[in-house]
């Protein structure tokens, strides 16, 4: 495709100024309460074939026009396995819908750790496996089914929605243990085509078309646990996605990782856009700009309640890249982090839990993940 994949995409929080125009965050959600204002934006259709949606009324009043598109996606995404991104994914998920946002959760990495954060392994084999996830949608992409809407895919927790507070609501698009042969099928179908660049356009945008369902237009946030590679099933989040969050441990190859994931993504995006302009079914073809909402540094270890020298030694490093981070890091908790964890109620929705500290870190976070997305001097 060409270009160095170790470019750096030199994103600042400029960026998330330029391709945020129209955040409000009432303040109950900014503070953690239970209030919220729908997300809206002024963006127009930005991907191959989209129709405008006529502009919908907000559920509250707003001191701007609503936006046309009023749900963003956001891709939690690193290289490096092992980071604490399904555990971000759901907390922040739930720790919004517990604000009174409508959060869909969509499982994209193949381990379904996402999935089996919220249902059992024998849960999922008997009631999602073969007709509720998210390898059904590709199955269809790639024709070997009928296609399916992804509205049709999604499913509710029970427990942690039980949990919430207020009118939130958190939703799930499960993943499949073999969607990893998807991922395969797709690099196989596009490399054997006639026409290479048209169908692996297609492939790419396939996800932003996807999630253009009706049936979806409810939600708030769209929150995407990728897979750690940047195969296409990844592109097609990345593409799909108005931010990336990027978790990360304070160590050398989740820095590195970091650094050739910015040189990637701006690789991909460039070329996606320059696509678009020799494929796209519309004259006018608005860009493709996902921005960085952060990186959330995970698994610290702390001294007098701040980071060991090491650690800080890595995030400094990374902040020197030009990226936004969060101020809140989130420390090391076996228990939080382990494969075993309870399935069903992330941290955030519980009242009891043996570490408080790690649940109030996490409900932070989420405020700073808020803040993040709103360009400046727009907080409410």
């Known amino acids: 495709m060409g270009g160095s994949g170790a470019a750096r995409l030199g994103i600042s929080v400029k960026t998330v100024q330029n391709h945020v125009s129209n955040v409000l965050l009432k303040r109950g959600v900014a503070d953690g309460g239970a209030g919220v204002v729908r997300a809206t934006r002024r963006t127009p259709a930005r991907l191959t074939g989209r129709r405008s949606r006529p502009t919908r009324r907000a559920r509250l009043p707003l001191p701007f026009p609503v936006g046309e598109v009023p749900v963003y996606v956001v891709s939690v995404i690193n290289y490096k396995g092992g980071v604490g991104k399904t555990t971000v994914t759901a907390n922040v998920g739930a720790e919004l819908a517990n604000r009174g946002m409508k959060v869909l959760l969509i499982d994209l990495d193949p381990q379904a750790s996402l999935t089996f954060s919220f249902y059992d392994p024998d849960d999922w084999r008997d009631r999602l496996r073969d007709e509720r996830t998210v390898k059904r949608w590709y199955d269809g992409l790639r024709g070997d089914d009928p296609a399916v809407p992804l509205g049709e895919l999604v499913v509710t927790p029970g427990p942690a929605n039980a949990h919430l507070k207020g009118a939130g609501r958190l939703d799930l698009i499960a993943s499949h243990l073999q969607l990893v042969d998807i991922d395969l099928a797709l690099a196989r179908g596009v490399a054997d085509g006639d026409e290479y660049d048209a169908e692996l356009f297609r492939v790419r945008g396939s996800l932003a078309e996807g999630l253009h369902d009706a049936a979806l237009d409810p939600y708030d946030l769209v929150l995407i646990d990728c897979p750690p590679n940047f195969n296409v099933v990844t592109q097609s989040a990345i593409i799909a996605s108005d ?16 650094d050739y994931l910015h040189g990637n993504v701006r690789e991909l995006v460039d070329r996606y856009n320059a ?19 952060g990186v959330v540094f995970t698994m ?29 890091a989130l420390r090391e ?15 955030v929705l519980r009242d009891r839990v043996t570490a408080p500290a790690v649940r109030d870190e996490l409900r932070q976070i989420t405020t700073e993940f808020l803040a993040h997305l709103q360009p400046e001097g727009s907080a409410a």
Request: proline share 9%; glycine share 6%; hydrophobic share 45%.
């Open 243 to 258: 931010h990336l969050l990027i978790p990360a441990k304070a160590d050398y190859l989740s820095t590195l990782g970091i």
């Open 333 to 347: 908790n076996v228990t939080l982090f382990a494969a075993n964890t309870p399935r069903g109620v992330p941290v």
């Open 275 to 293: 696509d678009s302009r020799r494929f796209a079914r519309i004259r006018r073809h608005h860009k493709v700009a996902p921005g960085i909402a």
């Open 300 to 328: 610290i270890h702390l001294m007098a309640q701040r980071p060991i020298a090491a650690h800080q030694g890595y995030m400094d490093q990374v902040r020197a890249l030009g990226v936004p981070v969060f101020p809140t």
